[in-house]
T-cell receptor
Framework: DSGVTQTPKHLITATGQRVTLRCSPR?????VYWYQQSLDQGLQFLIQ???????AKGNILERFSAQQFPDLHSELNLSSLELGDSALYFC????????????FGEGSRLTVL | AQSVTQLGSHVSVSEGALVLLRCNYS??????LFWYVQYPNQGLQLLLK??????LVKGINGFEAEFKKSETSFHLTKPSAHMSDAAEYFC????????????FGTGTKLQVIP
């Protein structure tokens, strides 16, 4: 158990819909990262937050947005969903200052029909 | 800028044979290097890491990796493969300080043949 909690574990929805994925980082970790993993794209970095502020942006679509709240949990919002958004979405967290070791949650599997 | 390149998206070895997964990195500052493992339907978990000090790093499940600055490599090895080692392995690089941007390689799927 990494200490990172992601909900929901599985989600099935239709094209055009909007979903929210939630992540609770390990106790004490200030950084939260979101990754998308699909068969054709591999593990893609989406976005990183540190103590509530966006710190780095990767291949995140404009239809996607994220935020980190004062209690340090984070949410990833996916809107106007397309079939190609079907993937595993991982959240990871790390300590404020350190080696950059990430602790991953078990992922949220999104299926868009 | 930093990046990692994993050579070989799929590697097959026989049970009991040497496992060698290759990773080369590029970094403008001294890197921190990692290997993560992902078992089917699970998240990634840290296998081992190099930050500073000893260049030969030992991890869990009998894996080890050697940081070679002259070759910009951080290859993962295990002397004898076990069926339970079948998984996907990711090499990653980050830099010291700051907010630790972590860059992952494309992954190598290890198949262990009985």
């Amino acid at each position: 158990d990494s200490g990172v909690t992601q909900t929901p574990k599985h989600l099935i929805t239709a094209t055009g819909q909007r979903v929210t994925l939630r992540c609770s980082p390990r106790s004490g970790d200030l950084s939260v990262y979101w990754y998308q993993q699909s068969l054709d794209q591999g593990l893609q970095f989406l976005i990183q937050y540190y103590n509530g502020e966006e710190r780095a942006k990767g291949n995140i679509l404009e239809r996607f947005s994220a935020q980190q709240f004062p209690d340090l949990h984070s949410e990833l919002n996916l809107s106007s969903l397309e079939l190609g958004d079907s993937a595993l979405y991982f959240c990871a967290s790390s300590v404020a200052a350190g080696s950059g070791e990430l602790f991953f949650g078990e992922g949220s599997r999104l299926t868009v029909l | 800028a930093q990046s990692v390149t994993q050579l070989g998206s799929h590697v097959s070895v026989s049970e009991g044979a040497l496992v060698l997964l290759r990773c080369n990195y590029s970094s403008s500052v001294p890197p921190y290097l990692f290997w993560y493992v992902q078992y089917p339907n699970q998240g990634l978990q840290l296998l081992l890491k190099y930050t500073t000090g000893a260049t030969l790093v030992k991890g869990i499940n009998g894996f080890e990796a050697e940081f070679k600055k002259s070759e910009t490599s951080f290859h993962l090895t295990k002397p004898s493969a076990h069926m339970s080692d079948a998984a996907e392995y990711f090499c990653a690089v980050s830099s010291s300080g700051g907010y630790q941007k972590v860059t992952f390689g494309t992954g190598t799927k290890l198949q262990v043949i009985p």
